[in-house]
């Protein structure tokens, strides 16, 4: 990512209302979807700046990996889990210790291999290990945000679910999120690229706007898994060797 976008997220991850809900909505999912055992061996693959470090390293002893070093530097100073050097599909790291669970949040759309890093990652699963996956979804959304984040591309359903497939990965549970806010989210984003506005989409609302779009965007997290959604701005997959 540009170097403007790792530093937006590094001081908005903490409290910007998509990172909190989202937060949220990751933690119904491993809570209600991923059979960890007690002692569970838990990777994140692209950490970024750190900011779902302290979730993850509540379910398990943590290893993180990222490619960029400023934000492993910034991932690394949290202090609660080791955060090497690493890249997909070839530069995993950490031996050939065997995950419980894997975490791939919104790091599939940067990546030129996707099909062969779920293959990568799928490798380096525990039996009866789970890959918790989650992208952008909705390809004609894309925009300006997507090229200051170096997307490479968003995802339909089938779209993923046939990459997830070829990677020879069974898909466990999946769909979209992020939708009670869609129709808001398309207005913005339409706005934003005919109006040419300079503002990043991005930026953090007034406290009063931010914590009422989390409440909103975390309440999916109720009725994921069991009330599929026909769109969202994201989706996620929980996958299986």
């Not at 590094?10 to 002692?39: K, N, T, Y």
């Not at 750190?50 to 979730?55: D, M």
């Not at 959304?141 to 997507?146: P, R």
């Not at 965007?217 to 994921?224: G, N, P, Q, S």
């Amino acid at each position: 990512m540009d170097r403007s976008a790792y530093a937006s997220m590094s001081a908005q991850e903490q409290d910007h209302w998509w990172f909190v809900a989202r937060r949220a909505i990751i933690d119904s999912l491993i809570r209600a979807h991923v059979p960890l055992p007690p002692e569970a061996h838990i990777l994140e693959a692209g950490c970024g700046t750190g900011g779902n470090i302290p979730l993850l390293a509540q379910f398990g002893t943590l290893d993180a990996m990222e490619y960029d070093a400023d934000a492993r530097a910034l991932a690394s100073a949290r202090g609660l889990c080791r955060v090497e050097p690493g890249a997909l599909p070839d530069a995993i790291g950490f031996g050939d210790t065997r995950y419980d669970m894997i975490a791939l949040l919104d790091v599939l759309e940067h990546i030129d291999q996707d099909e062969a890093s779920l293959h990568a990652l799928g490798a380096r699963l525990a039996p009866n290990g789970r890959l918790l996956l989650t992208v952008p979804a909705a390809p004609w959304l894309w925009s300006d945000h997507d090229v200051l984040h170096h997307h490479k591309r968003r995802y339909t359903h089938e779209g993923l679910l046939q990459v997830v497939r070829a990677a020879g990965l069974k898909v466990e549970v999946s769909g979209y999120f992020n939708s009670l806010l869609f129709p808001l989210a398309v207005a913005q984003r339409f706005a934003h690229q005919w109006l040419r506005r300079d503002a990043p989409l991005d930026a953090r609302p007034s406290p009063l706007i931010n914590a009422a779009l989390q409440r909103v965007f975390a309440a999916e997290r109720h009725v994921l898994g069991r009330i599929p959604f026909p769109v969202g701005l994201s989706l996620y997959a929980i996958l299986s060797a």
